[in-house]
């Protein structure tokens, strides 16, 4: 469940802290937010696909560990995402 290069265009101008920034761990997460949520939906329909659970969860590792990184360098751009996402932290 890839995301659309014009989403991906969105998400990028909308969350990048400079012109041409798509590295920053903001949006990062963002986007690995949007593909969680697409293979959300579709595991909702497909239970049994099971290559999708694994690309799931590979998915909500990567997301802490960028999170877990903005917490550790810079807090309140940390709280600021978490706001934006609507996680639980």
Do not use: W
């Amino acid at each position: 469940m890839p995301l659309t290069a014009n989403e991906k265009k969105d998400i990028i101008s909308k969350f990048a802290r400079g012109k041409g920034d798509t590295g920053s761990p903001e949006v990062q997460a963002v986007l690995l937010n949007q593909e969680i949520n697409k293979l959300l939906a579709h595991l909702k329909v497909h239970i049994h696909d099971a290559p999708a659970k694994r690309g799931l969860l590979s998915k909500i590792a990567k997301r802490r560990r960028l999170l877990r990184y903005l917490m550790a360098h810079d807090k309140n751009r940390y709280q600021e995402l978490i706001k934006v996402l609507k996680l639980k932290k």
